[in-house]
């Protein structure tokens, strides 16, 4: 890599990029004529913003020069993230998901103040989708390549999952060698010592077969995606760009998990399973038990982020849920079109490696749970 410090102020960003590539050039052809064909260097691409991270980890917003003969020199710009945790396989798209909502605030604006600003609204909003489960079941699932033999005595969490699916249906599991899909369920809330608690569990345990978990409605355990999976990956990059990081992204999310802790059973039955719990005498958002329609504290909360009612959110949590179902089975509908599938029936369709696949399925049990609760008299 060469550094070049220019000025590039006042110029179009077509005519900056064209002065940067000639500069290049002439720099490559120097170095090809001094070292009189020992070595060749070519010119391909260049950036023209990067955030430093750690040795080998950085992001780089990237030109990449694309010369035919005869023609002027066109510029593709896209983000290159190289040693960052969202680049790996295991990451969670979740992580992945919101770091490159992040990065793209940064870059839309090259690093200014206001794209900074910009980067930490996207955080928490994101965060706050996270947690009010706007997410798709697909940004959960995490993956591990199943290998035959583990040396340590508790096998890791995606080997448990291999052997409860082939107790459950012997010959389901993914063979050795494939990659195992997994998300984290929630502990099970039990009575002891005369309260209802979250029992201990290690995470092998609580690891879990995406299909299973939406058959079973098992919640999803939204705390450890954030807590385990999110805070490292963003804190790496986020501490070298404001202070304070983790109080601000992070500040109203950890206040929100431990007022979430604190709820009894009521809340075990959590995203997927509340449709199962009887409504009784439950707020709608939440589902803890309660004598209003809509608690006190997720009233509170509606007005506090969303700037309304929690009825108005109630509805609008609904249509949301509504409207990804409607949407999941659409892109079915166009993907058996597109491919000209014999038999037009999405329900048919067996590709389980299909995001869709299990999105469409977690959407309509989500829509099921919110169109119950609006039946009910308010
Ligand atoms: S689930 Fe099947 S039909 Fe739907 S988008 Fe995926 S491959 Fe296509
Ligand atoms: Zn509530």
Known sequence: MVRMPLDTSGMTEDTANRMIARLSREMADTVNRDMDGYLTIDFEKFSVYTLFIAPKCYIM???????????????????????????????????????????????????????ILAAVFEVRKQLRRLLDGQYDLSEFVLSKQYNANYATPSPPAHVQVVERMRARDPGSEPAVGSRVAFVMVKRPVVLMRGAFREQKAKAGDLAEDPRYAIAMNLALDIEYYIRRKLVNPLMRIFQHIIANAEQVLFGDVYRELDARRRISSSDAEGEIGRYL??????????????????????????????????????????????????????????????????VRNIDACTNESCPNWLNRDYARKQAVVWECASKQQW
């Not at 917003?61 to 040693?83: C, E, H, I, M, R």
């Not at 990804?324 to 058996?336: F, H, L, M, N, T």
């Open 277 to 342: 719990v009887t409504r009784g005498a439950r707020c709608r958002m939440c589902n803890r038990i309660n004598d209003k329609t809509i608690c006190d504290y997720c009233e509170r909360k509606a007005q506090e982020f969303d700037q309304c009612t929690g009825r108005e959110l109630f509805d609008r949590r609904l249509q949301y849920w509504q409207q990804r179902k409607q949407k999941c089975e659409d892109d079915c509908r166009g993907c058996q079109a597109a491919n000209d599938a014999p």
């Open 61 to 115: 917003l990237l030109v990449n020069v694309v010369s035919k003969p005869g023609q002027d020199d066109t510029y593709k710009t896209a983000a290159y993230f190289k040693g960052v945790e969202s680049t790996r396989r295991d990451a969670a798209p979740t992580a992945k998901r919101i770091i490159a909502g992040a990065v793209k605030s940064i870059f839309d604006a090259r690093g200014s103040r206001e794209s």
